[in-house]
Nanobody
Framework: VQLQASGGGSVQAGASLKLSCVAS???????????MGWYRQAPGKERELVAE???????NYQDSVKGRFTISKNNSKKTVYLQMNSLEPEDTAVYYC?????????WGQGTQVTVSS
């Protein structure tokens, strides 16, 4: 299984970005049964959970991104997304996608998001 994340970039505060993470080597039924998450790691800080989407369709967000970020998925494309609106300089980090299923944990390679004021 490989996760390919994309969509990062350098933007001004207030802008939007949409991150994508495509899962390859995973059959459709496994993808739909997965818990999915987006994490981020800023320089000098630990990796933290930003948003998660459970296999049952429930979403959870870190308090700092509630109302600004939305996690979603497209099962047919085996892709998970993170729509990020009203970006703030504090959102600057490397963003990683994560898929957890059947006690297996898979990580994408990370995509850099830089927000300037």
């Amino acid at each position: 299984v490989q996760l390919q994340a994309s969509g990062g970039g350098s933007v001004q505060a207030g802008a939007s970005l949409k991150l994508s993470c495509v899962a390859s080597g995973m059959i459709w039924s496994t993808f739909t049964a997965s818990r999915m998450g987006w994490y981020r790691q800023a320089p000098g800080k630990e990796r933290e959970l930003v948003a998660e989407l459970t296999s049952g369709g429930k979403t959870n967000y870190q308090d700092s991104v509630k109302g600004r970020f939305t996690i979603s998925k497209n099962n047919s494309k085996k892709t998970v997304y993170l729509q990020m609106n009203s970006l703030e300089p504090e959102d600057t980090a490397v963003y990683y996608c994560n898929i957890e299923v059947w006690s297996q944990n898979y990580w994408g390679q990370g995509t850099q998001v830089t927000v300037s004021s």
